[in-house]
């Protein structure tokens, strides 16, 4: 009986969507990048004890291709007399590198560069002190290498 009646639209139906927030972390380290390389990339290791760290885990991955039994390798110019031409020892570098590590921070290197877990869940690593202690550490023991 009267006149229409328009309401006013509430604010929040025309203020514009808010854009999502991003969490950088995840684009800057990935969930399958290894902790060394994570703590790399926020400079919490130096370059040589990268390449170092590198270097000994890839040493690490081929010793583990080596099976226990001897490996040969034959001549390929087909000599009669020496059939074989000795025995590959795959598993030397990574020995040498590994003996390279003092041993007091052998614990740390292979925690994080062996067996890629992060030093959060090392023993005894329960606040921001202790983890920087224990980042010492692991770059002390991977100069040892480099």
Not at 17 to 27: A, E, Q, V, W
Not at 114 to 126: A, M, P, V, Y
């Amino acid at each position: 009986m009267g006149r229409p009646v328009t309401l006013p639209t509430p604010p929040w139906e025309d203020a514009p969507p808010k854009p999502k927030k991003k969490n950088r972390s995840i684009d800057r380290f990935p969930r399958g990048m290894p902790w060394l390389e994570r703590y790399w990339g926020r400079k919490l290791l130096t370059d040589t004890q990268f390449h170092a760290a590198c270097k000994l885990r890839k040493a690490y991955w081929q010793s583990l291709g080596a099976s226990t039994l001897p490996t040969y390798r034959e001549r390929v110019d087909g000599g009669q007399s020496e059939g074989i031409e000795g025995r590959l020892d795959q598993g030397a570098l990574y020995r040498e590198l590994s003996r390279a590590v003092p041993p007091e921070y052998w614990p740390y290197v292979r925690h994080v560069v062996i067996e890629d877990r992060s030093l959060w869940s090392f023993q005894g690593c329960s606040g921001g002190a202790n983890m920087k202690r224990y980042l010492k550490r692991l770059g002390l023991g991977l100069e040892g290498v480099g």
